[in-house]
């Protein structure tokens, strides 16, 4: 594209594009655009060489702009394109390098053109420009007025059916990053769209026959995780016998400007990150996402979201429901294993999610694996650590977590899967535990970072569901485990003794009190001496008979301060009245958790009594708390009957000792003494118009996390820079 040139800053001044977006109409049969479509390059991968691709080429698109209503010249680059497709089926089989490269060539300026287009205009200035012709100026042609459909089924088709080889891998890459570029109007609105001209297309019409082939080879994409190809193989060679004429005029001009794309002029090259993943299989999951989450025309239900929804495995000879012309079918085991390696990411952390919440089928075979630990792990990973990732990776880790403890089969397996030396778990050495003890450890740990730090209901509200689910199945307890859970719990029971110590008698001054709270670590255990908890004991009964009359006055003052209220002498609430309801809700639910436990398998978790009874004094204090007076009814008589036991036996028993009578005593404590509560199970349910937190969710995992795009973040409407 004309040899002079030397760098990407002058693409403005290349002779080519400024014919392509001057003032003359360019005929389709123009051999013009066999010498545009010849040259050769390796897109850009990082963001610095892609915002200096998109700074240059801003001139020509504001001069295509301009000029385009007279002369008609994007419609007819995209009529080449599209007649250069039809050959990409046959080139492929014949391994026919030209015709392929000058299809992807063709797409890639389509690409780069449209990406600007679409940042600076409407959709439907955007549909004009795809309806102007070489006729009179603003004349609209019946010819074209579907030329937006027709690239758009192109696009497709090119996905679906052209083979995935190394040669037609980039064209593939271009496809799937054109269709991301189609739909990312998205980002320049603030408000959600419903009635979009794009999502029209591709939800109806020609496009509407694709749309299970299309998710199909999203997925497969995703699955097969296809390095990209070595650098040449995607691009015209020569060839010994010199080629025909196109030959002679493609190879003439292949080695002007465009060649500057290979880099080695800019000088920079992609992070190894980029390097070692595959950009298509990266690609096609935004795609997927993307499309996943369009929402829903008046008359008519996303065809994409149906089609995640009801696929099946290859090996279910069940038929298809006539209800759904979506479905299909696919390797659930080779996309397990995929899931399960790539959890790293946000996108594929979000596809799981997707795939068990929405889709039975896939979550009935992953609820059946018997290696469900290599989801599961990955999983935990995610959570432990918390403060590497962004808020909404956090939620769905938690929430697919949550979707697989409503099975109790899972509940029950994962105490019977054996884990060695997890290397990544810091705060202890873990060298054998089982895979549900250490579910266990992570989501404690995940709420106490949450409390500590964030402050989020949602998250630990829904942390302390998944716990309450698996309760009744806890199974031989890890001691570290059992430790965790009753010390976690002890943990608020002391900071609620302290809140409404500070909230009843501001001016009192308890400082052994005090100084044991201020003493508290992240972990909480063995801080208390025996002079603090004597101190507690009874200062607790004090304030517990006094919370019992006026307990709805305490949680109205606490209400009242979240709100920004004040209190009766006319002064603000302290912050720490704030943390009244919360502190209470967690220790309402982390009671109701051991409860369950002690109810339903108390004899499997010798580990749990004995954690229980070494903080025995802590809980005695609260069996008058009116809040949680019932719940710790059964808390209590465990107790009582095991340190009558442990009493009997005598003094300074060893810790093996002390675990035999508990597991004696498991057996010969009368199960109809335990008071019976409504099973403790809960279950996930989206919110109502998901559509506000998933859409710009998965469009800022696009913006972040797309290969060889690049938008300018001041012009980003639909999130904020950290949203994500």
Not at 325 to 345: E, G, M, R, V, W
Not at 627 to 651: C, H, P, T, Y
Request: net charge negative.
């Amino acid at each position: 594209m004309g040899a002079n040139s030397s760098s990407i800053s002058e693409l403005p001044e290349n002779e080519y594009l400024k014919k392509l977006s001057g003032a003359e109409p360019i005929s389709e049969n123009d051999p013009f655009w066999n010498q545009l479509l010849s040259f050769s390059f390796t897109t850009p991968t990082n963001s610095a060489d892609l915002k200096l691709l998109e700074e240059a080429t801003i001139s020509i698109c504001k001069s295509l702009v301009e000029k385009n209503p007279r002369t008609g010249n994007l419609g007819s680059l995209i009529k080449v394109f599209l007649s250069r497709t039809k050959e990409l089926k046959i080139s492929a089989e014949c391994q026919n390098h030209l015709f392929i490269w000058q299809a992807h060539n063709a797409l890639f300026i389509i690409c780069s053109l449209l990406k600007v287009f679409i940042s600076r205009m409407s959709e439907e200035e955007l549909q004009l420009h795809f309806t102007y012709e070489d006729k009179a100026p603003g004349s609209y042609g019946t010819e074209c007025e579907d030329l937006i459909e027709e690239l758009l089924c192109c696009l497709i088709q090119l996905i679906v059916e052209i083979p995935l080889l190394d040669i037609t891998y980039s064209i593939s890459l271009e496809a799937v990053t054109t269709l991301i570029v189609f739909l990312s109007c998205q980002l320049f609105r603030k408000e959600i769209l419903r009635n979009s001209i794009v999502h029209k297309y591709l939800m109806r019409g020609r496009c509407l026959p694709y749309t299970s082939r299309l998710v199909k080879t999203l997925l497969y994409n995703f699955i097969r995780q296809e390095r990209r190809p070595p650098s040449g193989t995607h691009v015209f060679q020569q060839q010994s016998d010199g080629g025909g004429l196109l030959y002679g005029i493609a190879s003439g001009v292949a080695t002007g400007l465009w060649t500057v794309f290979t880099l080695g002029g800019v000088g920079s090259k992609p992070t190894p990150q980029l390097e070692q993943c595959s950009p298509l299989a990266n690609q096609s999951l935004l795609l997927l996402l993307v499309l996943a989450n369009l929402t829903d025309a008046p008359d008519t239900p996303n065809p994409y979201r149906q089609a995640i929804m009801s696929f099946k495995n290859t090996q279910d000879s069940t038929a298809f429901s006539s209800s759904n012309p979506h479905t299909f079918q696919i390797n659930f085991n080779s996309l397990y294993t995929a899931l399960c390696d790539q959890q790293k990411s946000d996108q594929a952390t979000l596809l799981l999610y997707m795939l068990l919440h929405q889709n039975g089928n896939v979550r009935t075979y992953v609820l059946a694996r018997t290696d469900i630990e290599n989801l599961v792990l990955p999983i935990l990973e995610i959570l432990y650590h918390v403060e590497e990732r962004n808020s909404h990776h956090v939620y769905m880790a938690l929430i697919i977590l949550l979707i697989l403890t409503e099975d109790d089969g899972f509940n029950r397996s994962i105490h019977e899967v054996i884990l060695k030396n997890i290397t990544w778990y810091a705060e202890r050495v873990l060298t054998e535990i089982s895979l549900g003890s250490l579910l266990i450890l992570v989501v404690i740990r995940t709420i106490q970072y949450n409390m500590t730090r964030t402050r989020d209901k949602y998250l630990h509200t829904n942390c302390l569901a998944a716990l309450a689910n698996m309760s009744a199945q806890f199974r031989s307890l890890h001691q570290y485990a059992a430790q965790r859970i009753i010390s976690y719990t002890c943990r608020h029971l002391r900071r609620y003794v302290y809140v409404l110590d500070k909230l009843y008698f501001p001016h009192s001054h308890c400082s052994t009190l005090q100084h044991c709270f201020s003493t508290l670590s992240d972990n909480g255990e063995e801080l208390l001496s025996l002079t603090c908890s004597h101190i507690l004991r009874s200062y607790a009964s004090s304030l517990f008979s006094l919370l019992s009359k006026k307990h709805n006055k305490v949680l109205e003052q606490a209400t009242q301060s979240l709100r920004g209220s004040v209190g009766a002498n006319d002064s603000p609430l302290p912050d720490y009245a704030q943390d009244l309801n919360v502190i209470e809700e967690v220790i309402r639910m982390m009671l109701e958790i051991i409860n369950s436990c002690l109810t339903n398998s108390l004899h499997h978790n010798p580990n749990l009594v004995y954690a229980l009874l070494y903080k025995r004094d802590l809980f005695e204090q609260f069996r008058t708390h009116p809040s949680f007076q019932d719940i710790m009814q059964n808390i209590d008589l465990v107790i009582s009957f095991f340190s009558s036991r442990l009493e009997q036996a005598g003094a300074e028993l060893s810790v093996e000792r002390v675990l035999e009578i508990i597991k004696q005593g498991a057996v010969a404590l009368p199960k109809d003494r335990l008071r019976k509560f409504p099973e403790l199970k809960f279950k996930y349910v989206e919110e109502e118009q998901p559509e506000e937190f998933f859409i710009p969710y998965v469009w800022s995992l696009v913006y972040n996390s797309a290969v060889a795009l690049y938008w300018n973040p001041h012009d980003i409407q639909l999130f904020t820079m950290d949203s994500g």
